[in-house]
């Protein structure tokens, strides 16, 4: 079993910066490989920013330049730096556990989510 606790977000103006934590307890050490994601209101659970265990990172094309992925050194923590934010960056994200052997596999399970709202 694995536990994953988001927190982090909050409301902020378009242009401000968030950083997103997250918090992996329980039997982790067969992950190599953390990530975020995200679920705008009707729209389906994208990747946003993977890390595996080597160093790896992936990004979504519309967060490249502005998202940062990290990990704390014993591997249980995430983070996700959030700059130059967007009204279309609002979404409710969470994070997850996987694999990298070349290529990135997330199957779950999945935090329960903290909500990023970008708004004036």
């Known amino acids: 079993q694995v536990q994953l606790v988001e927190s982090g977000g909050g409301l902020v103006q378009p242009g401000g910066s968030l950083r997103l934590s997250c918090a992996a307890s329980?039997?982790?050490?067969?992950?190599?490989?953390m990530a975020w994601y995200r679920r705008a209101p009707g729209k389906q659970r994208d990747l946003v920013a993977a890390?595996?265990?080597?160093?790896?990172?992936a990004y979504a094309d519309s967060v490249k330049g502005r998202f940062t992925i990290s990990r704390d050194n014993a591997g249980y923590r995430v983070y996700l730096q959030m700059n130059s934010l967007k009204p279309e960056d609002t979404a409710v994200y969470s994070c997850?556990?996987?694999?990298?052997?070349?290529?990135?596999?997330?199957?779950?399970?999945w935090g329960q989510g903290t909500q990023v709202t970008v708004s004036s």
């Open positions: 997850t556990v996987g694999h990298y052997r070349s290529a990135f596999r997330f199957d779950g399970p």
């Open positions: 890390i595996a265990s080597d160093g790896t990172t």
């Open positions: 329980g039997t982790i050490f067969s992950f190599s490989a």
